[in-house]
Every structure is written in structure tokens, then in C-alpha cells.
């Protein structure tokens, strides 16, 4: 079977072999390796070294999802034809599922835990006619392809892991490749359908956001009136309200990573090429408006530094990393004022250490974790920690509910806890279920704003807003 090489940007790539023949287990870490960091407030552990004896190899570059365990879920490129893998912050891991070559093969971006506790995401190849499959498997490695893409009106290539709206529905995307690109929705087993087309060169290469208007937003990562990309608003049953085009100038171009909001609606993403200086740009977007934030510069490398998305920390700053750039020319990890000011590389990756990193989120520990394709001890990839001063808080699987709906959290220290109010209004029910996650009936009375949970340690507070429905 054809494999895909892997793609790290829009305008780069790695070519490698696959590996074959090898056992489906992690090689726990003997030993933390820890880098100083460029600005010593921050300190850049390593917890997992990914190994050719056994396990994955050559991590994707989506962000990893923290599941109900408190583990940090994944997927690789290899060996063979890529997996499913759970780490745990100590650095304990196994392989969840190995992908068989047939029904699915070659992940690319992760996946994403839902409500119902099991992961979704979408594969380049396998199924019926080899165009890609979505696919959910449970923690403990029960698999199964929720639909097969034909390269018809359904598209093709589901890199990316859908994204659960309010309603519980999933929505996607597909690249496209050499079919239109699409999204799509899956309400459950038999229900999937095509809600938005995109005509011409479109490629979507990016996740979807359900923003707190309800609707859905995303990126291509080309189209548009000037070929570079498009930024674009849908209702969840496919209208299109909005777009804005890129045109590869001072605005950037290319567009890569999953849109996210900020706590007064405005969104913000990154641009792997142009702007300014030629490497990429952050922007924010607020309904048909967007700006700059900043530029990139391409500083005479080969490669432009490429941003690959942005998360927002508790401390109310943009973290994201570079598939290139940095100090050493393979990568990096800053920090950015939601304003544009204060830009700072906190750490830059090396050749013969670590190279090429995955896009980032933050654990409810409060630390940054993310992967590197290539490098670590092995050369086969590696995972680490992010340590930026940061204390631990509570997030929710879905960050929205009605009043007398269960809403599920997750947390660290949750055993105990004695209580936990909606904005200020106390929940009369909830149940621990474990020390990371716990379930909860949003209380009458409740309205949108943030949710607090008394433990023995202290209070944790949520990192965003809970969103009461109507």
C-alpha cells in the first residue's frame, strides 16, 4: 500500500521508511533529560524518548488530548502503519491501537476525546477505497471506523480529529487532495453527512472550532481569490456566513493549524508563510476583521519558520510553537500578548536533540506538553513538558450545557472535593469518579462565566468559561 510522507508544513517535508516487524509496546523512560530552557523562568523536560525497539515513532503533529485518566493521548506515523498512544505525565506509556494498513492507516494530527470518553480522529488512507477513514477507539483499545471516505461528495483524507459541538454532533474536515475538500458531520452510526463543499484548489489542512456563537470556524490552507488560504464561518448545518481571503502578503499565507477563542470572542490563529517578514504571521480575527499580530522573519533560512497553531494559557498569553526557525533552524516554542507585544522564543530546538515540534497544549497540571516528529535520544521522536510557572486548574470535555444536564470535568486532586459553583451558583450534585475527572449537574440558577472546584488542596478554577444554553 502507498504510504504518505508525512507533511510538517504546507511548503516542507520529511521523507522517511517505514518500520516494520516491531513489538507494540513503549520503552518507558529511564531516565527525565531536562534542557535549559532560552529564559530560565522556563524549564523544558523531556518524559518520553520514542525508540525504534518498540512503541511509536515519529509522533503527529497535532496537539495531544488529555483523556479521563489524566493521560496525554496521540498518534504516530509509525511503525508500520501508525498508532494510537496514551503517556502518562510520569512518562508511562503503551500503545493503545495499532493501525492494521487496510481499515485505517497513516494518522496524521491526533486525536480528540469526546463525551461519550472514547477518541475520534481521521487517517490519510485505509478503508474501502483507500481515501481515509473516521475512526473512535476507547482507552483501552477497542477499534472502530465510524465511515469510510470515498473520494465522492464525501471528500477525502480526514487529517485532522473532529471537533464535538454543544449539541454532542461531531464536525470535520477532509484535505481533499485530489477531490474538493469538505466538512462534514457525524451525529452517530449511520448518520454521516457532507454540510460544506469547497469548489476549486481548496485544501483544508486545519481543525474546526465551535466558537461560543455557536458556529463553526475553520481555515483552508489554499483557495481563495489569491490562492493562499481562506478563513471561513459556517452554521452547524453548513451555511456559509463569512470568509475572509489572505492574500499572501503582510497578512500571511497559508493558513495551518485549529482557530481558537479568546474570552471576548475574538479568534486567533497563524499563517505558515508570508507576512512581513516572509515566515508566517499570528493573527486575530474578529467577524470579517483581521490583524496581525505578528511577523515571522525568514532570516535566510531555507525554510520559513511556520507556526503551527496557538494555545491560550491560564495566564492569558498565546504559547504555540515553529515546525522551523528557532536560534537553531528547527523549531521553537514562544510565548505572545494576545495584543501582538511581548514576543518571546522561551525555547529552540536542535538537530541531534530534538526537531520539528507538534503543535501545544496545556494539561490541567498546569504545564505545556508537546512532541517533536524527529530527534530525541533514538531519532525517532520525543515528548516533553513545558514548565512556565503555571498552577493547576479544571477544563471541561464540553464547555457548554444546560441548566440540569451532566457536564464532565477534568482536573487534577479532584478526590475529596467538597464543592464547586457555575459563576458563583453552587451545584447541589456531582460525583467524584476519579482524581482527574469528575461529573457534575449544572444548578439552576446558573449563568455563563467560570466554574470553581473546592478540594483539600485549594480551589481550581476553570481555564475558560462554562457556556450556559438557553
Do not use: W
Not at 507494540?24 to 520514542?50: G, H, K, P, Y
Not at 491501537?97 to 490519510?124: E, I, L, W
Not at 454540510?195 to 489554499?222: E, K, R
Request: net charge positive; glycine share 16%; aromatic share 12%.
Amino acid at each position: 500500500m502507498k504510504r504518505i510522507t508525512p507533511r510538517i508544513s504546507v511548503r516542507q517535508s520529511i521523507s522517511r521508511s517505514p518500520k516494520r516487524g516491531l513489538s507494540a509496546a513503549l520503552v518507558a523512560l529511564s531516565a527525565m533529560i531536562v534542557f535549559a530552557s532560552t529564559c530560565q523562568a522556563q524549564t523544558l523536560t523531556v518524559i518520553q524518548n520514542f525508540s525504534a525497539v518498540s512503541g511509536p515513532q515519529y509522533p503527529t503533529q497535532g496537539a495531544l488530548a488529555q483523556g479521563r485518566d489524566g493521560k496525554l493521548y496521540g498518534t504516530s506515523f509509525y511503525p508500520n502503519y501508525g498508532l494510537v498512544y496514551s503517556v502518562s505525565t510520569r512518562g508511562i506509556g503503551r500503545v493503545v491501537y495499532s493501525f492494521d494498513g487496510a481499515s485505517a492507516s497513516s494518522p496524521n494530527f491526533g486525536v480528540t476525546m469526546a463525551t461519550d470518553g472514547r477518541f475520534y480522529g481521521g487517517t490519510n488512507e485505509g478503508g474501502s477505497s483507500n481515501y481515509g477513514v473516521l475512526f473512535r477507539v476507547t482507552s483501552g483499545g477497542t477499534f472502530e471506523v465510524l465511515h469510510e471516505f470515498q473520494g465522492a461528495s464525501d471528500g477525502s483524507r480526514p487529517i485532522y480529529p473532529p471537533v464535538e459541538a454543544s449539541t454532542g454532533t461531531l464536525y470535520g474536515t477532509t484535505f481533499g487532495d485530489l477531490f474538493p475538500s469538505t466538512v462534514y458531520e457525524f451525529a452517530g452510526l449511520g448518520t454521516f453527512s457532507t454540510i460544506c463543499t469547497f469548489g476549486g484548489p481548496y485544501a483544508n489542512d486545519a481543525g474546526l472550532l465551535q466558537a461560543s456563537d455557536g458556529n463553526l470556524y475553520g481555515v483552508t490552507q489554499t483557495g481563495g481569490s489569491y490562492g493562499a488560504g481562506t478563513l471561513f464561518e459556517i452554521t452547524p448545518s453548513g451555511t456559509l456566513l463569512s470568509s475572509y481571503t489572505f492574500t499572501g502578503l503582510n497578512d500571511g499565507g497559508y493558513p495551518g493549524g485549529t482557530l481558537i477563542e479568546g474570552p471576548d470572542g475574538t479568534l486567533y490563529g497563524t499563517t505558515q508563510s508570508s507576512g512581513s517578514r516572509q515566515g508566517g504571521t499570528i493573527f486575530k480575527y474578529q467577524k470579517g476583521n483581521l490583524t496581525t499580530l505578528y511577523s515571522f522573519s525568514l532570516n535566510g533560512l531555507i525554510n520559513p519558520p511556520s507556526p503551527l497553531g496557538l494555545v491560550l494559557a491560564t495566564d492569558g498569553k498565546l504559547y504555540g510553537t515553529t515546525v522551523a526557525g528557532g536560534k537553531q533552524g528547527y523549531g521553537s516554542i514562544f510565548r505572545i500578548a494576545t495584543d501582538g507585544t511581548g514576543y518571546q522564543e522561551l525555547y529552540s530546538f536542535a538537530s541531534g536533540t530534538a526537531q520539528y515540534p507538534s503543535q501545544l497544549m496545556q494539561h490541567t497540571n498546569g504545564l505545556l506538553y508537546g512532541a517533536t516528529i524527529e530527534g530525541g535520544r533514538f531519532g525517532y521522536g520525543m515528548l516533553y513538558s513545558l514548565n512556565i510557572g503555571l498552577g493547576s486548574f479544571i477544563t471541561f470535555v464540553l464547555p457548554t450545557g444546560k441548566v440540569g444536564r451532566s457536564t464532565q470535568i477534568l482536573g487534577q486532586g479532584l478526590t475529596g472535593a467538597t464543592s464547586i459553583t457555575f459563576n458563583g451558583v453552587p451545584a447541589t450534585k456531582f460525583t467524584i469518579v476519579s482524581d482527574t475527572y469528575m461529573t457534575t449537574v449544572v444548578p439552576s440558577g446558573a449563568t455563563t462565566g467560570p466554574v470553581v472546584v473546592t478540594t483539600p488542596g485549594g480551589t481550581l478554577t476553570s481555564n475558560r468559561n462554562f457556556a450556559v444554553l438557553k
